[in-house]
């Protein structure tokens, strides 16, 4: 069961993973012990996965974003590790979400360009067969980010 200061010890966390356990205790009003007991125990609950280091995408050479949807006419457990193993080779796809109603799959790609993404579909369609395919480009980002509502955690 966690409360109010491990929440707002996890939105600082989900906002700025590099701060020091000292700001943390300070935000917060605790001791720099009682902090970090506080975020080892969230660790250990598994409240918190990993820390990791954000990118900025443009500055890695992958400014496009594009969407893929796919669907599908075979649903068995074959396919399905199939099609794992087939996105799970192709670091540009970076999310990948099973979907109810019409569409099957969705795919989160990142890119250098808009073109980048044949190879992509080469690829995905060597290895995996398909009902359809289809992609569509970010035009603009309105929202993005990584941290999720902390008010729903128990």
Sequence with gaps: MIDDRDRKILDMLQENASLSVSDLADRVSLSISACSRRIQRLEEDGY???????????????PTTMFVI???????????????TAINDIPEIVEVHRM??????ILKLVLPRVEAYDEIYKTLVEKVEFFDISASV??????????IPTHYAQ
């Excluded at 996965?49 to 992958?62: E, T």
């Excluded at 796919?70 to 794992?84: C, M, P």
């Excluded at 970010?138 to 941290?147: H, I, R, V």
């Design 138 to 147: 970010s035009m603009e980002t309105l929202k993005a980010t990584t941290a």
């Design 48 to 62: 918190i996965k990993r820390r990791v280091a954000l990118l900025d995408r443009p500055l890695a050479g992958l």
């Design 70 to 84: 796919v669907r599908t006419a075979r649903h068995s457990a074959e396919w399905l590790e199939q099609f794992r």
């Design 100 to 105: 109810t109603g019409t569409i099957d799959y």
